[in-house]
């Protein structure tokens, strides 16, 4: 079974970083993304950044990049760095897990953790 546990939320100042990891346990060859979204209240959840595990390729959001960055180690677990945080970005974070072929919806995505809460302030 895919069990996936976010770490790293915190309160920052605004142009500050922060770095959220992403513990997988189960990812088998069935599993090749591993993804992050987030979730701010009222909003709906977004895909902001996708990597391959085979092929490392990553994919990222209009909002998040240039300023993000997903990596992974070679035990599958995933990290995201933040840098120059912005207040647009407080929201609950998530990792998930998906198939052969994840672009940034939820939809392409089987796993997910359970959050970890990301709050920027001015």
């Known amino acids: 079974q895919v069990r996936m546990t976010e770490s790293g939320g915190g309160s920052v100042q605004a142009g500050r970083s922060l770095g959220l990891s992403c513990t997988t346990f189960g990812i088998s060859y069935n599993q090749d993304c591993l993804g992050w979204f987030r979730q701010a209240p009222g909003e709906e959840r977004e895909g902001i950044a996708r990597?391959?595990?085979?092929?490392?390729?990553t994919y990222y959001s209009d909002s998040v990049k240039g300023r993000f960055t997903i990596s992974l180690d070679n035990a599958k677990n995933t990290y995201l760095h933040m840098n120059n945080l912005k207040p647009e970005d407080t929201a609950m974070y998530f990792c998930?897990?998906?198939?052969?072929?994840?672009?940034?919806?939820?939809?392409?995505?089987?796993?997910w953790g359970q959050g970890t809460q990301v709050t920027v302030s001015e």
């Open positions: 998930a897990a998906g198939g052969t072929f994840c672009g940034l919806a939820s939809g392409d995505y089987d796993y």
């Open positions: 990597i391959y595990i085979t092929t490392r390729n």
